[in-house]
């Protein structure tokens, strides 16, 4: 029986007075919280059984900043994985981006969560679609797939689990990829400069 695999986003606080906070795009009755990242991890089992979760499971943990913004509030999500560096700079690279004003207009133009937020999900050339999408809310969800590329750039494309967040998607059928698609052969087969818009549905 193959291993259960789960999707666990932890939210950083914006303020000294607010937790560390985790929910699960796999898990809609997760919600847990804890004065410290570390603090969360130690006691991750036990949110896990209080929250029906069988154990042992793969768990993908991943860390979300939020930031208050007056052109939009937007969301930088980096997996804690053995790749955690590179995305880190990825993270680094789009945050540096979001300060030039053009880049910055582009980028928060991007289709919406439920909730209002652009959501930017730091990914590296491995990562495949079906990663991906595993962490888009099923009630509808939308983010900013974020990669590096040479000379200090950021590749991106749209991509969403909902036709109503994003009407310019494609399917993967009409794309001619699948859900074990990586970044890396997408960002190869790419001949044009225009927005590429994924419907992961």
Known sequence: MPETVLDLIVVSPQTDEEDWV????????????????????????EILRFAGVDLP?????????IYDSTDADYVIRVAQDPYHK??????NRLRAALTD?????DLLGS???????VLFISAVASDTLG??????RPSG???LIVCSVANNFIWTFHFTNSEELDEDARSL???GISESTTIGEIMGQRTNSHPLAVLAA
Request: aromatic share 4%; glycine share 6%.
């Open 101 to 105: 004003e053009r880049q910055r207009y």
């Open 22 to 45: 985790i929910y699960s795009p796999q898990i809609p009755g997760l919600a847990g919280g804890r004065d410290s990242f570390l603090q969360l991890r130690e006691d991750l089992s």
């Open 141 to 143: 969800d939308a983010a």
């Open 86 to 91: 590179d995305r880190a700079a990825t993270a």
């Open 131 to 136: 990663e991906l999408a595993a962490q888009l």
């Open 173 to 175: 059928v009409d794309l």
């Open 111 to 117: 289709p919406r969560t439920r909730t209002g937020e």
């Open 57 to 65: 499971a793969h768990l993908r943990i991943h860390v979300e900043e």
